[in-house]
Nanobody
Framework: VQLVESGGGLVQAGGSLRVSCAAS????????MAWFRQAPGKEREFVAA????????NYAASVKGRFTISRDNAKNTMYLQMNSLKPDDTAVYYC?????????????????WGQGTQVTVSS
């Protein structure tokens, strides 16, 4: 599965941004999907995940209540709506696909990854 992220950019603290992930496969609804992020000098960390049909989601504690993950299987696209952004949210955001279908927080469960999109939050 080829994944391409878009929508990153520069935003002020307290602002909002939506990033998207477009998948090349016609079988998009066979995959659970997730967002991870990696800040400079830090390890990649889990952000949010969603099941194949969007019936269940999973969030990291640091973003719960501020970020919303969603998907549109008709468009083979996943989204991450980010509100109340903080400078600590600055990172490269990656989307990933899990053929196992579980909205796992473990990066090892995801077999396909995008190239990432930069999100920078200024204070």
């Amino acid at each position: 599965v080829q994944l391409v992220e878009s929508g990153g950019g520069l935003v002020q603290a307290g602002g909002s941004l939506r990033v998207s992930c477009a998948a090349s496969t016609p079988n998009f609804n066979n995959f659970a999907m997730a967002w991870f992020r990696q800040a400079p000098g830090k390890e990649r960390e889990f952000v949010a995940a969603i099941t194949r049909i969007g019936s269940r989601t999973n969030y990291a504690a640091s973003v719960k209540g501020r970020f919303t993950i969603s998907r549109d299987n008709a468009k083979n696209t996943m989204y991450l709506q980010m509100n109340s952004l903080k400078p600590d949210d600055t990172a490269v955001y990656y989307c990933a696909a899990n053929p196992g279908g579980v909205p796992s927080s473990s990066a090892t469960d995801y077999s396909s990854w995008g190239q990432g999109t930069q999100v920078t939050v200024s204070s």
